[in-house]
């Protein structure tokens, strides 16, 4: 699942996933990802620290709260400017991983496959 208001973003990791074997999830703020969250278990979860509404940073401490969810990975992607990927790495603890935006795509993909299989899809 990808958790992030730019629209943007959230498309161009769509098309980074699209040739493998995965069910791609989407949410812009951290009330849509709460709810998707909990109906559909995600098995990964990249989220930007800043949605709609604010509430990207309070994501990953709601997950790790939660015992039922805390073991699904959280990666926090962040526009790396001012020095904002450290500030994020002190506020989310709990998360597993942290990348710099912009990110290119495969880099994207080795970080994912960290914590998820990643199999091409078979011809059909």
């Not at 909990?38 to 015992?67: A, C, F, M, R």
């Not at 020095?83 to 795509?105: L, N, T, W, Y």
Request: glycine content about 4%.
């Amino acid at each position: 699942m990808v958790v992030d208001c730019d629209v943007n973003f959230v498309e161009s990791q769509r098309r980074v996933f699209r040739p493998y074997d995965v069910d791609f999830l989407a949410a812009f703020n951290g009330k849509q990802a709460s709810w998707r969250i909990v109906t559909e278990k995600p098995d990964l979860i990249i989220s930007d620290t800043h949605t709609l509404y604010g509430d990207g940073q309070n994501l990953v401490q709601w997950l790790q709260d939660n015992t039922a969810l805390r073991s699904i990975p959280v990666i926090v992607a962040s526009n790396d400017s001012d020095g904002h990927d450290i500030r994020c790495q002190r506020m989310q603890p709990a998360a597993d991983e942290f990348v710099a935006k912009p990110i290119a795509s495969d880099q994207m993909r080795q970080v994912v496959s960290r914590y998820i299989p990643l199999t091409l899809k078979k011809p059909l």
